[in-house]
């Protein structure tokens, strides 16, 4: 499915650069552009919660920034874990208690649904297990709900995170092709983004194969735990039972950090139970759509809290999606590169996420404790700036090979007024699904205004020399910037920089 990306180039101060629109994708399998819609994402979570302790902690924490997505949907699933059950009462126990703090959370920021409203958004899903139990005349409240949803004439895409077995998914979308048109479907397949923590039933693979334009995130499995320990998602918290997690700080992830930061927290921390296995394996699923300043969830080889994915057609499947694997060759993959604990790097597919780790914790931690304390009792996100422009959408620029830009964070400022430590830094990984990745070069990291040399349009291959540089090329600057509060909490500002080559810009052939 190919889509224009839709936002304006923020102009920055530059010098060097180019007005030219961004670098074209070259030839090949034609990979989806950004979503660059404004507002909050729209979402649909189906859970198998209450199969065990996991899916209650990802849904306390998925209230806790309910304020920044749109709710539209909370259905309670089967899986492979849980073949002949649902729970949607745990889910509705959680909006309640939600509803005894939301009070105080009004206090930090605003857009909280009312625990009414959230209640009433909760169904139960397909109470039998796989495609066994989805056809005609097995609609159900849940079903019915997806279907809603998916319909809804909205400009924004709608997120479906999907937390267990997908057969609720599978029967509404049955249900919406049995009584619309072929171009109306495919406008409403078009609209739908699938973030899926592996494979739990038999219906993500039949979704797969009769909807091929769906934007599927997934690294397809087998629908049980034998696959687990190779998938991005466990990148969370599974370095003790996954064993995968060489690098990370494994002390933010035990029930003893939780203990402290989460469930001595007042009456929705008393809602958090302790994992049995590990924390909060369905998280990575909507923890991209938190708005950081990183919008991973505009594109997912953006990379960002929930992970980083590229555009591939993993082996059995009919199409390309966004999966784990790729080309190690020019390092257009699914691996980051990250400096763990000890100070050795690593390289991995769960590094995507765990590399966020302490930053994602911190304001898990922090939000936790807005439930119980005031303002001035709590730390708020620091406010970012670049270039003069304010928000945490995207800024893009376009400067032509050997040309330099000034990046400028004057106007970063913490809301509760402590100092900020300001880093720019370039992620390598980030965005290479169609197009090379470009180099840069940032003179001043740690400065409020810094310069960046734009090298080259293309990165040296795995053999240097062996092919020479074409073509326009991409790379991503993160600005991280991180207050002195308690605990400390970090927003960030992603730039986008095209990167035209030099032949290109001045019309020679």
């Known amino acids: 499915m190919k889509r224009a990306w839709l936002a304006a180039v923020v102009v920055l101060g530059m010098m060097g650069a180019t007005g030219a ?60 874990w849980q073949k002949t059950a649902t729970h949607p009462e745990t889910m509705h126990a959680i909006a309640k208690v939600y509803g005894q703090v939301r009070p105080n959370l009004l206090l930090h920021d605003k857009g909280w649904p009312t625990a009414e409203e959230l209640d009433a958004r909760i169904y139960a899903g397909q109470p039998g297990y796989g495609m066994a139990d989805t056809g005609p005349g097995r609609e159900t409240a849940g079903s019915a709900a997806v279907a809603r949803a998916i319909e809804k004439e909205d400009a924004r895409p709608l997120w479906i995170c999907l937390w267990g077995g997908v ?29 899926s923590i592996s494979d739990q039933d038999d219906a993500g693979p039949w979704i797969r194969r009769e909807f ?6 997934v690294k397809p499995s ?38 402290t930061h989460i469930r001595a927290k007042g009456p929705l921390g008393k809602m958090y139970p302790k994992f049995m296995f590990i924390m909060e394996g369905d998280t990575p699923s909507y923890l991209g759509l938190i708005d950081n300043g990183l919008n991973a969830y505009r594109r997912p080889d953006w990379g960002g809290w929930g992970g980083r994915y590229v555009w591939l057609q993993p082996y059995g499947e009919t199409h390309a999606m966004w999966s784990q694997g790729g080309d190690e060759f020019f390092r257009a993959n699914s691996q980051d590169r990250v400096k763990g604990l000890d100070g050795q790097f690593y390289v991995t597919d769960q590094a995507t996420v765990w590399r966020w780790r302490e930053a994602f914790q911190n304001d898990f931690a922090a939000r ?20 003069g422009v304010g928000g945490t959408a995207p800024v893009e ?24 430590h300001l880093k720019w830094w370039v992620y390598e990984e980030a965005g290479l699904s169609g197009t090379q990745g470009a180099t840069l070069e940032i003179a001043s990291p740690e400065a409020e205004r810094t310069e960046v040399v734009a090298k080259s349009p293309c990165r040296e291959p795995w053999l240097a020399g062996l092919i020479p540089c074409r073509g326009d090329g991409v790379a991503h600057v993160i600005l991280e910037v991180t207050d002195a509060g308690t605990p400390k909490l970090t927003s960030y500002r992603r730039v986008v920089v095209h990167v ?6 001045a019309g020679k052939p």
């Open 167 to 195: 057969n609720t998914l599978a029967q509404a979308l049955m249900d919406l092709r049995g009584k619309h048109s072929a171009a109306e479907m495919d406008a409403m397949v078009g609209r739908l983004r699938v973030s």
């Open 397 to 420: 620029v376009t400067v032509e090979a050997g040309g330099k830009l000034v990046l400028d964070a004057k106007g970063t400022k913490d809301p509760d007024g402590q100092p900020v």
């Open 212 to 217: 091929p334009e769906l934007e599927y995130v």
């Open 21 to 80: 629109a961004p670098a074209q994708l070259p030839a090949g399998p034609v990979v989806p552009g950004a979503d660059m819609f404004a507002g909050k994402p729209r979402v649909v979570v189906i859970s198998d919660i209450g199969n065990e302790p996991d899916d209650q902690m990802s849904f306390v924490r998925l209230l806790l920034y309910s304020n920044q997505m749109d709710l539209e949907a909370m259905v309670a699933s089967t899986s492979t």
């Open 368 to 387: 936790m404790e807005w439930t119980i304390a005031d303002y001035a009792h709590a730390n708020h996100a620091p406010a970012v700036m670049v270039n």
């Open 222 to 259: 087998m629908p049980n735990s034998n696959d687990y320990q190779a998938a991005t998602w466990t990148g969370i918290s599974g370095d003790m039972y996954y064993r995968n997690g060489l690098g990370a700080d494994s002390s933010l992830v035990t029930n003893e950090w939780l203990e």
């Open 500 to 505: 035209k080559a030099a032949a290109a810009v």
